[in-house]
């Protein structure tokens, strides 16, 4: 048995190939996307390192080419999740009795199995399963290595943090797993934040039930092999791709449920807190809820705003992968002094953007998750098409012969509660709202109160007291806030991730507010020489 002071060095940041026509990755990546196409992959569950096919399967379809099948998911069902939720508790002890550097050890091989020898693999499927071009699924995956190395080492940091001194006793913090499982809950969105919800708690110890959204599955699977290959123990992290209502049913209200880990819509996270709101004399410990949801993420501009950096955020902000990432701008405040010129450069750069294949280099986004999405996103391009609040000015296109398309879109919005302006749409769809200089305040308020969420924004002003004023002004508006920059992006280990109001709990993703969630303390005080006196100094 060693002894030794165990010390991670902070981790870089992976590194993201650009993928320039003609570079070996570039080649690789395609022929594996290639290779992947060629096949339909049988997606178990794995419960406690045992495939399970169930039998009971959804057919996974590439969104851009919806005809092709990439993958069936075989659903676990009552018998299937419960076995989960049994296994990974019965895996907790030894799990959490494993020194925390091998544990640790485990993510940091991971990590470098998904930057190395799986990448592709991974990459791969992302495209194909979520409808991402190379770039995108490249990002995705650097940031799922990174969430992997950056969670080990905000854990040390947690560990560190130890009780001051008492003269004649040691005391000490134990930072214990919850006394439970942890049930991950993730989205179509982000394979990185597939793999980070039920890893976050789990390199701290805990055990989890993960559930992956359908339409990620294939990517999700390939990351949990990584896993296996890296060593994780059987049970530790069970993979049960499932319904959302049989999850609800069968895992959230299980009494030993002790954390729940999920990215998604505002609207599931509500339903489950409910879940366990209605049930919570049935646990053994209060479930801790962390949740990452829904936005309305704005650009709000001032006067003394550059045009072209101006233009740049707001087409990259909304319409990189489709506007389907959480922190996609979907509204802008432009101020009327800055209109015209914004108007004539927004129609110029979209002469060239548009939603096409994974493979065509030239296609700035890609299709929409699935019909459900691309239904509820055409039905707000009809309403605007209909409305006399709002007009279209660019785009509108929707078509779903080949794939599920929507071509990248702007909205004239006349009035500032128009339904586009305030609600998550979820696609390739921006709204502008045009204010008059000097009712700049009344457009702060605007941006800051129409609408329920909290999680990303920018300012684009030149002037100094104009990007304090807005940034005051909008310091509720947005857990994660630009200063001439994009509202997307965030980077783990430099903009620590999520937004509060209805956009979630704020623990911030990668992050050591997030890590501190799946720890439990235990202070203990140890007297060196204990006393025998019984009587207090004051009654003698
Ligand atoms: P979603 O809420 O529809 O699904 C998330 C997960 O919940 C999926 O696994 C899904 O199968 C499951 N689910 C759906 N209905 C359920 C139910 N009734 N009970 C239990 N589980 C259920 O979200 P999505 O469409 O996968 O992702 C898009 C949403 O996620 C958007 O609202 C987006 O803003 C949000 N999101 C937020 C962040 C963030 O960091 N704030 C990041 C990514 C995505």
């Given at each position: 048995?060693?002894?030794?002071?165990?010390?991670?060095?902070?981790?870089?940041?992976?590194?993201?190939?650009?993928?320039?026509?003609?570079?070996?990755?570039?080649?690789?990546?395609?022929?594996?996307?290639?290779?992947?196409?060629?096949?339909?992959?049988?997606?178990p569950?794995?419960?406690?390192?045992?495939?399970?096919?169930?039998?009971?399967?959804?057919?996974?379809?590439?969104?851009?080419?919806?005809?092709?099948?990439?993958?069936?998911?075989?659903?676990?069902?009552?018998?299937?999740?419960?076995?989960?939720?049994?296994?990974?508790?019965?895996?907790?002890?030894?799990?959490?009795?494993?020194?925390?550097?091998?544990?640790?050890?485990?993510?940091?091989?991971?990590?470098?199995?998904?930057?190395?020898?799986?990448?592709?693999?991974?990459?791969?499927?992302?495209?194909?399963?979520?409808?991402?071009?190379?770039?995108?699924?490249?990002?995705?995956?650097?940031?799922?290595?990174?969430?992997?190395?950056?969670?080990?080492?905000?854990?040390?940091?947690?560990?560190?943090?130890?009780?001051?001194?008492?003269?004649?006793?040691?005391?000490?913090?134990?930072?214990?797993?919850?006394?439970?499982?942890?049930?991950?809950?993730?989205?179509?969105?982000?394979?990185?934040?597939?793999?980070?919800?039920?890893c976050?708690?789990?390199?701290?110890?805990?055990?989890?039930?993960?559930?992956?959204?359908?339409?990620?599955?294939?990517?999700?699977?390939?990351?949990?092999c990584?896993?296996?290959?890296?060593?994780?123990?059987?049970?530790?992290?069970?993979?049960?791709?499932?319904?959302?209502?049989?999850?609800?049913?069968?895992?959230?209200?299980?009494?030993?449920?002790?954390?729940?880990?999920?990215?998604?819509?505002?609207?599931?996270?509500?339903?489950?807190?409910?879940?366990?709101?209605?049930?919570?004399?049935?646990?053994?410990?209060?479930?801790?809820?962390?949740?990452?949801?829904?936005?309305?993420?704005?650009?709000?501009?001032?006067?003394?705003?550059?045009?072209?950096?101006?233009?740049?955020?707001?087409?990259?902000?909304?319409?990189?992968?489709?506007?389907?990432?959480?922190?996609?701008?979907?509204?802008?405040?432009?101020?009327?002094?800055?209109?015209?010129?914004v108007?004539e450069?927004?129609?110029?750069?979209?002469?060239?953007?548009?939603a096409?294949?994974?493979?065509?280099?030239?296609?700035?986004?890609?299709a929409?998750?699935?019909?459900?999405?691309?239904?509820?996103?055409?039905?707000?391009?009809?309403?605007?098409?209909?409305?006399?609040?709002?007009?279209?000015?660019?785009?509108?296109?929707?078509?779903?012969a080949?794939?599920?398309f929507?071509?990248?879109?702007?909205?004239?919005?006349?009035?500032?509660?128009?339904?586009?302006?305030?609600?998550?749409?979820?696609?390739?769809?921006?709204?502008?709202?045009?204010?008059?200089?000097?009712?700049?305040?009344?457009?702060l308020?605007?941006?800051?109160?129409?609408?329920?969420?909290?999680?990303?924004?920018?300012?684009?002003?030149?002037?100094?007291?104009?990007?304090?004023?807005?940034?005051?002004?909008?310091?509720?508006?947005?857990?994660?806030f630009?200063?001439?920059?994009?509202?997307?992006?965030?980077?783990?280990?430099?903009?620590?991730?999520?937004?509060?109001?209805?956009?979630?709990?704020?623990?911030?993703?990668?992050?050591?507010?997030?890590?501190?969630?799946?720890?439990?303390?235990?202070?203990v005080?140890?007297?060196?020489?204990?006393?025998?006196?019984?009587?207090?100094?004051?009654?003698?």
């Amino acid at each position: 048995m060693g002894n030794n002071i165990f010390q991670l060095a902070r981790p870089v940041n992976e590194h993201s190939m650009n993928f320039a026509e003609g570079c070996p990755e570039r080649g690789a990546l395609l022929a594996e996307v290639e290779r992947q196409r060629a096949s339909v992959v049988e997606i178990p569950a794995v419960i406690g390192g045992e495939e399970v096919f169930t039998g009971s399967v959804v057919e996974i379809r590439e969104p851009h080419r919806r005809a092709h099948v990439i993958a069936r998911a075989h659903l676990a069902g009552e018998a299937e999740l419960r076995r989960a939720v049994d296994t990974a508790c019965a895996a907790a002890q030894d799990w959490a009795e494993m020194p925390w550097e091998d544990r640790a050890a485990i993510f940091m091989k991971a990590a470098d199995l998904l930057a190395g020898p799986y990448r592709f693999r991974v990459e791969a499927a992302t495209m194909l399963g979520q409808s991402k071009n190379l770039w995108e699924a490249e990002i995705d995956v650097c940031e799922l290595c990174d969430f992997l190395r950056f969670n080990a080492y905000f854990l040390q940091e947690i560990y560190r943090q130890q009780p001051g001194l008492t003269p004649g006793a040691v005391n000490r913090v134990e930072y214990r797993p919850l006394e439970g499982f942890v049930a991950a809950l993730t989205p179509f969105n982000f394979t990185s934040i597939g793999g980070n919800l039920p890893c976050a708690g789990a390199v701290a110890g805990n055990v989890a039930v993960w559930k992956p959204s359908t339409a990620a599955a294939l990517s999700n699977y390939y990351f949990l092999c990584v896993l296996r290959e890296a060593g994780l123990p059987a049970g530790v992290i069970n993979f049960v791709p499932s319904r959302g209502v049989d999850f609800s049913k069968y895992v959230i209200t299980d009494p030993r449920l002790a954390g729940f880990h999920f990215t998604g819509s505002t609207e599931v996270f509500d339903a489950v807190w409910r879940e366990v709101g209605s049930h919570i004399e049935r646990y053994h410990t209060y479930p801790r809820l962390v949740g990452e949801t829904g936005g309305k993420d704005f650009i709000f501009a001032d006067g003394s705003a550059s045009v072209g950096a101006l233009v740049s955020g707001m087409l990259r902000a909304a319409f990189s992968y489709a506007g389907q990432k959480c922190s996609a701008a979907s509204r802008a405040y432009i101020p009327a002094s800055l209109w015209p010129d914004v108007r004539e450069r927004l129609h110029e750069a979209m002469k060239d953007l548009y939603a096409g294949d994974i493979l065509d280099p030239r296609a700035f986004c890609n299709a929409v998750i699935d019909r459900a999405a691309f239904e509820r996103i055409k039905a707000y391009l009809d309403d605007a098409a209909a409305s006399p609040d709002a007009e279209i000015l660019e785009g509108g296109g929707a078509d779903d012969a080949e794939g599920y398309f929507i071509q990248p879109t702007v909205i004239l919005a006349k009035n500032p509660h128009y339904r586009s302006m305030v609600e998550e749409i979820f696609g390739p769809v921006l709204t502008v709202y045009v204010y008059e200089d000097e009712a700049q305040d009344e457009a702060l308020r605007l941006c800051d109160t129409s609408t329920k969420y909290g999680l990303t924004g920018a300012v684009y002003a030149r002037d100094r007291a104009a990007v304090l004023k807005i940034s005051r002004a909008l310091s509720q508006t947005a857990g994660n806030f630009y200063i001439n920059e994009k509202p997307t992006g965030a980077v783990v280990g430099q903009q620590p991730f999520g937004g509060s109001r209805r956009s979630g709990t704020n623990d911030k993703a990668g992050s050591q507010t997030n890590l501190l969630r799946w720890v439990s303390q235990r202070a203990v005080k140890e007297v060196l020489v204990p006393d025998t006196e019984i009587l207090l100094p004051h009654m003698l």
